[in-house]
């Protein structure tokens, strides 16, 4: 039976963890220690599959833990777990740890880790070469391709896109690389995947990957954050499109569709109380979480500008002034309850905001899934 070795010296959270394991039939055995010390003797004293550090414990840390755990057990598959705010510790044991965990992490995450890493030894199959494998803290780099990156990193000027040219080119980058950004660490932050809005994984593959997302919480998250994107993007772009190639009758024709065609009426109908519910102020709030400012900017002024753009299509082809103007019904509903709504939308950008800076206490998890909940059923139709 493969054999997992838990690390932390909270002796509550051990022991919590333990119990956790327990109310599970699990395929392989847990041993537990509350310090580096006891850890490495623990690791001599008989073979372990996969070890689980936290990073931040007193004497030795998780990074110098893995680190030795690496010189004298390269075969054991070395796993940390930290929070944003230990980010010094985490880039420390970049070079020896072989996955990172974001605290607090999830009970079927923490499952899928081991089993992963679990599985590791029956594809090598042989101990030996699992320990050659294991002791590798990095690949060698091509000194051209490392001295162009260097380059490229420190030209203001250089796109994303370059980079990327020269990343593709060394594989040991790329490995590295694919390692951090895969992480739940180093990844994208998910809160929206931890509430059970399915009946299936947020993702399709266990990655973090935007494509590998699946269409429910892709079309929740641009809900929860105003934007309901998934609803309108683009419209405006053909509309201009289309009006550009028939600019003679171009705009008739929509018209005409519009007034003789239901389902070209339900499409357009269905987006003036999409873009009715969206609010492009309180979006821009949501934008400021992106650190990356240039990033932030230029995606965003797009987003602002082709959302006008599409709301100036529709009026013009609906012939309205107003968004729902023909809908004073719905109209009405929405101006009685978003007074109510938009200050969920604000206490969720500030938890999301201490959430991401480290704090991840339970009261601030349970605001956020509040506040989620909150949004969508004030929306209802979040997706």
């Known amino acids: 039976m493969k054999r997992v070795l838990f690390v932390d010296d909270e002796r509550e959270s051990l022991e919590a963890l333990k119990g956790m394991l327990q109310r599970q039939e699990l395929p392989w055995e847990a041993a537990f220690a509350t310090s580096g010390k006891s850890a490495l003797d623990l690791l001599a004293e008989k073979p372990f599959d996969v070890i689980i550090s936290d990073i931040r414990m007193p004497e ?50 923490l499952r899928v880790a081991v089993e992963r890493a679990t599985s590791l030894s029956d ?53 590295k690389i694919l390692q951090l950004v895969n992480s739940a660490f180093f990844g994208l932050p998910r809160e929206i995947s931890t509430l059970n809005i399915g009946s299936r994984p947020a993702s399709r593959k266990k990655t973090r990957k935007i494509e590998d997302l699946r269409a429910i919480p892709w079309v929740f998250s641009w809900a929860q954050c105003r934007l309901m994107l998934p609803g309108w993007y683009a419209f405006g772009s053909a509309v201009k499109a289309w009006l550009k190639a028939h600019p003679n009758h171009g705009l008739t024709m929509l018209q005409s569709m519009y007034r003789e065609w239901p389902f070209f009426q339900m499409l357009l109908s269905n ?35 082709e959302w006008q753009s599409v709301v100036d299509a529709l009026l013009t082809i609906m012939g309205q002034q107003t968004l729902l103007e023909s809908n004073p019904l719905l109209a009405r509903s929405i101006r009685h309850r978003f007074p109510y709504l938009d200050p969920l939308n604000h206490m969720q950008i500030e938890l999301l905001k201490r959430y991401r800076a480290g704090d991840t206490d339970d009261d601030v998890v349970t605001g956020i899934h509040l506040t989620i909940n909150g949004i969508a059923a004030g929306l209802r139709n979040s997706g």
Request: with cysteine; glycine share 4%; net charge neutral.
């Open 271 to 305: 987006m003036d109380m999409v873009l009715a519910k969206s609010d492009i102020a309180i979006a821009s709030r949501y934008a400021e979480l992106v650190s990356d400012t240039e990033l932030r900017d230029r995606v965003f002024s797009r987003l602002r500008a």
């Open 123 to 175: 594809v090598l199959g042989n101990k030996m070469l699992a320990n050659i494998v294991g002791s590798v803290k990095d690949l060698p780099v091509l000194p051209r391709t490392f001295m162009a990156l260097r380059e490229k990193l420190a030209d203001p000027n250089a796109s994303v896109k370059e980079v990327v040219k020269l990343v593709e080119q060394d594989i040991s980058i790329s490995a």
């Open 60 to 109: 030795m840390d998780g990074a110098a833990l893995l680190k030795i755990a690496c010189e004298r057990f390269p075969g054991v598959v070395r796993i940390v777990v930290c929070s944003q705010e230990e980010m010094n510790g985490a880039l420390r044991a970049v070079p020896v740890a072989h996955q990172f965990l974001l605290k607090p992490c999830e009970p079927h995450m």
